[in-house]
């Protein structure tokens, strides 16, 4: 699996296992499904795995260390995030969590990007997954918390890193506008951005993607399937999009799209998988794998070998526009 490097020497494998689905997102998942998926993960080459508290209100963090915890841990990048404090709710732990994942609701989330918060936040995480040290803390979602996220969430984030105490910083959002203002006015090596660069969505190649070259900060893509619309060789009517019912342009193009690949005997989630790559700034493309069998497909769509006539078919017909920085993946930038 090829890896590239951060700036501050972490490496990413070109596929992270996102573990959201982990911590019970929208159904439940077993303790030994969770584990099969890390350890098919690791067999796959795989030594980039995302979590986070929000994740099932630390179910994910919990099973991710089980799963990693006879893993050397030189070998694999760790990441978690900070902003969104579990704070105790005894008194609803007969509920279940009214946030999209399967689990009691003995927590509830609180938005805290303070100081104090944010190494609270972080000294959980570490006693959920069972180490004494992640390599990359991301601000999680701080959109409506810009004024704290910018001063004393990242302020805190950066001095952690000079310490020595994490490798790597940045921020995680579903959007890149807010990103690219981290990465131009900010110390953050690494950003997370979700669904802004996909097949049908390339908001992050107009602000994001240019500050990110220009800064030498990295980007890992996440939600590249779009709430599961590129999930498959082709979308069904009622697909969503970005958690809504995809409209019938996006839907057509979709199609479309698969029509130019059917023929080359490529399909929308390889395309989906591997398009993010092709541009400079992005190291690592991070996947929601629950099962074994998830790791095994998504291992497969991104090392299946797309044509570079593909590519430029679908770039011909301004289905899929050219990333404009586009160089050999294996030799433009430090691999292994």
């Known amino acids: 699996m090829h890896e590239h490097r951060l700036r ?60 990693l915890a006879d893993r050397p841990r030189d070998e694999y990048v760790l990441s978690t995030k900070v902003g969104r404090a579990l704070v105790p709710t005894p008194d609803r732990a007969h509920l279940r969590d009214d946030d999209g994942f399967d689990v009691p609701a003995q927590f509830r989330r609180e938005w805290d990007f303070t100081r104090d918060g944010v190494l609270r936040s972080l000294e959980g995480s570490l006693g959920r997954l069972g180490t004494d040290r992640v390599d990359v803390v991301y601000l999680h979602d701080p959109d409506a918390h810009w004024a704290e996220a910018s001063t004393s969430g990242i302020d805190t984030l950066v001095e952690l890193r000079d310490q020595g105490v994490v490798s790597a910083v940045g921020v995680g959002m579903n959007q890149s506008a807010m990103l690219a203002w981290f990465v131009r006015e900010t110390d953050v090596d690494v950003v997370m951005c979700a669904g802004r660069f996909t097949l049908v969505d390339r ?21 590249v399937y779009n709430s599961g619309l590129l999930a498959g060789p082709r979308p069904r009517p009622d697909a969503r999009y970005d958690y809504e019912q995809a409209p019938a342009d996006v839907l057509d193009r979709v199609h479309r799209i698969a029509d130019v690949a059917e023929p080359f005997g490529i399909t929308v989630p390889e395309l989906a998988a591997q398009y993010p790559l092709r541009h400079d700034a992005v190291a690592s493309v991070v996947l929601g794998m629950r099962t074994a069998a998830h790791v095994t497909a998504n291992t497969a769509r991104m090392t299946s070998a797309v044509p570079s006539e593909l590519w430029d078919e679908l770039d011909r017909l301004g289905l899929v526009p050219g990333v404009g920085s586009e160089q050999d993946r294996h030799t433009g930038r430090s691999t292994s």
Request: no cysteine; aromatic share 6%.
């Open 8 to 67: 501050t020497g972490a490496r990413l494998t070109e596929l992270g296992l996102g573990a959201a689905q982990l911590g019970n997102l929208y159904r439940r998942t077993t303790d030994e499904e969770a584990r099969d998926a890390v350890d098919a993960a690791w067999d796959a080459g795989i030594r980039y795995f995302d979590t986070a508290p929000h994740y099932g209100l630390g179910l994910s963090e919990r099973r991710l260390g089980a799963a």
């Open 203 to 223: 908001a992050a190649l107009a602000d994001l993607l240019p500050a990110a070259l220009d800064r030498g900060v990295s980007v890992v893509a996440a939600a």
